[in-house]
Nanobody, 123 residues
Framework: QVQVGESGGGLVQPEGSLRLSCAASGSFESIVAMGWYRQAPESQRELVATVSNGGSTTYGDSVKGRFTISRDNAKNTVYLQMSSLKPEDTAVYYC?????????????????WGQGTQVTVSS
C-alpha cells in the first residue's frame, strides 16, 4: 500500500505563485517517477510536469517556462513551483507516483494517485 499526500493548493490571483507538495509513503522498493497532472471541469486530465528517479523532467506545453518541478529523494517528496499563474491554470491538481514493488519473486511498477488539491486562479 502506498499513500500519496498533497498540499499547497488554494486561491491565488493572476500572476501570483503557489507551491504544491506531494509526499509518498508506505511499502515500496523505490520511486520510479513522480509528477503532477491536472483536470479542469469538463476537461480531460492533462500532464503538468513529471520528474524521474534519474532527475529528468517533462512539462506540458501550457506550463513550460512558468512551472518548475523538483524532487527531494530523501523525503520521497516532489514539489511543483507555479509562477505567473493564469486563470486557465485553474484545476484540480493530482499527484502521481510510480513505484517499484516486490512480490512473488519479482518487481512490479505501479501507479498511485493523490486525492487532488484545488488550485484556483482568479481576481
Amino acid at each position: 500500500q502506498v499513500q500519496v499526500g498533497e498540499s499547497g493548493g488554494g486561491l491565488v490571483q493572476p500572476e501570483g505563485s503557489l507551491r504544491l507538495s506531494c509526499a509518498a509513503s508506505g511499502s515500496f522498493e523505490s520511486i520510479v517517477a513522480m509528477g503532477w497532472y491536472r483536470q479542469a471541469p469538463e476537461s480531460q486530465r492533462e500532464l503538468v510536469a513529471t520528474v524521474s528517479n534519474g532527475g529528468s523532467t517533462t512539462y506540458g506545453d501550457s506550463v513550460k517556462g512558468r512551472f518548475t518541478i523538483s524532487r527531494d529523494n530523501a523525503k520521497n517528496t516532489v514539489y511543483l513551483q507555479m509562477s505567473s499563474l493564469k486563470p486557465e491554470d485553474t484545476a484540480v491538481y493530482y499527484c502521481n507516483v510510480r513505484v517499484t514493488r516486490y512480490s512473488n519473486g519479482r518487481f512490479y511498477e505501479r501507479m498511485y494517485w493523490g486525492q487532488g488539491t484545488q488550485v484556483t486562479v482568479s481576481s
